[in-house]
């Protein structure tokens, strides 16, 4: 994080000297501390991040593949004058453990277009679906699968 502070100084000044690195040096570390005293952050979070940059850059790729099938899902859904939408409201558990991951499988749910994360009590989810049809294996969707590898190893 300290590291990205820097780099949006350096960024933000739109050149670079000794003097505004010295600068930045400065104000991204006070940033940080800031950071990390106030908002219970802490170093050891930065390494889980760098640890799973792959698996998350993985996650974030398959999020915005999942978007674009959605997409055409819908659109045949909406413009197919003969299939009429039969909404649905699913209720699923999870075996994800950790705030992050729960919550990030909730925002996945919810920009995939056709479905929408109602509500989110510890490991359960409710999902409003456009169809039923695309409610079908939500609870064992590509999400929770690379959620899971993502924080296999994080106790």
């Given at each position: ?30 940033m940080y501390w800031f950071l990390c005293k106030f908002f219970n952050y802490s170093p050891r ?39 009429e939408l039969e909404p649905a409201v699913v209720h699923f558990r999870t075996d994800l453990r ?33 169809d039923k049809e695309l409610a079908e294996g939500i609870s064992s969707s590509v999400f929770v ?11």
């Open positions: 994080m300290f590291i990205l502070f820097f780099l949006i100084w350096v960024i933000f000044n739109g050149q670079f000297t000794a003097e505004i690195a010295a600068f930045g040096v400065v104000i991204a570390g006070v979070y930065d390494l889980f991040l760098w640890r799973k940059a792959p698996l998350l850059l993985h996650y974030l790729f398959t999020l915005v593949a999942e978007i674009l099938k959605a997409n055409i899902t819908v659109f045949k859904l909406i413009y197919t004058a003969e299939y950790t705030t992050f991951a729960r919550v990030l499988l909730a925002n996945s749910i919810t920009l995939t277009p056709g479905t929408i994360t109602v509500a989110l009590t510890g490991n359960e989810y409710t999902v409003h679906c456009l699968k690379l959620l899971e590898k993502i924080e296999k190893d994080l106790s």
